[in-house]
């Protein structure tokens, strides 16, 4: 069966300053093994500047990523604040070498930082496809609701991209094995470190899971860095074959 190669940075995302942070992505990157996806965090190119950031900072994201993309060979994927429906979306990119883009809108609003204010509710569950992987791409927050992350054995590998604050690592860490092991899939998530504009404190967590929730890879807290991780399909065919609890789940419908 396929492998995948995914690479997953970690770093403080300078707010508001575009340039500065694709600076930080190409140093991570440029001694970084060859991969099929790049992940970066939520909002990489400002931080989560929902009242701040604009249309031009949103344009230029997209064009760093089209030509990383591009020039790295692989997919590259990470959120951006775009204009959306007289707000914005917080939108989970998902860019092709070849500059096709699939897209993913967060679902799940952060109240308490007053996201719903400014940022559209995305409507869709979406289903990327990669070397025979079925990816599901998440947006920080929508890590805490389960029913929405659901497998239905509809796919392999849960992503989470984010911004998650130190405060709440615990839950972070918590959740992320739940979600692996719950849905008996591999878990891919990407956090960033450092002081954002806001005052608000961050101090990591990116990691690969198995569907076990055992971590196989991680950066370490608070510190700048990249992690390389093989998934082989195989080993999760094997464990779901010897371990079959996806047969036993309830069925549902979910509403959007």
Request: charged content about 20%; glycine content about 6%; some cysteine.
């Amino acid at each position: 069966m396929s492998t995948l190669t995914v690479n997953l940075v970690q770093y403080d995302i300078a707010w508001l300053a575009p340039e500065q942070n694709f600076a930080t992505i190409e140093a991570l990157v440029a001694d970084a093994p060859p991969c099929d996806l790049l992940l970066l965090p939520e909002t990489f190119a400002t931080g989560f500047a929902l009242q701040q950031a604009t249309d031009e900072q949103a344009a230029k994201a997209r064009a760093f990523i089209q030509q990383l993309a591009k020039r790295l060979q692989c997919v590259v994927a990470g959120s951006v604040l775009v204009p959306h429906q007289g707000k914005k979306a917080n939108r989970f990119y998902w860019v092709w070498p070849d500059g096709t883009e699939q897209t993913y809108d967060k679902r799940h609003l952060f109240c308490l930082g007053n996201e719903g204010d400014y940022v559209a509710q995305g409507k869709e569950r979406k289903i990327f496809e990669i070397n025979g992987f079925r990816l599901l791409p998440q947006v920080c927050y929508d890590l805490r609701f389960p029913v929405f992350q659901r497998s239905k054995n509809d796919y392999d590998v849960m992503v989470n991209v984010a911004n998650w604050p130190s405060a709440r690592r615990y839950a972070w860490d918590t959740l992320l094995r739940a979600r692996a092991i719950e849905n008996q899939c591999f878990v891919l998530a990407t956090n960033r470190i450092g002081q954002d504009g806001q005052g608000i404190a961050h101090n990591g967590g990116t990691v690969a899971l198995d569907y076990l929730g055992q971590a196989i890879t991680q950066v370490g807290d608070d510190e700048t860095g990249m992690i390389s991780v093989i998934l082989e399909k195989a080993k999760l065919a094997e464990f779901k074959c010897q371990f079959p609890a996806h047969l036993d789940a309830d069925g549902f419908e979910l509403s959007v």
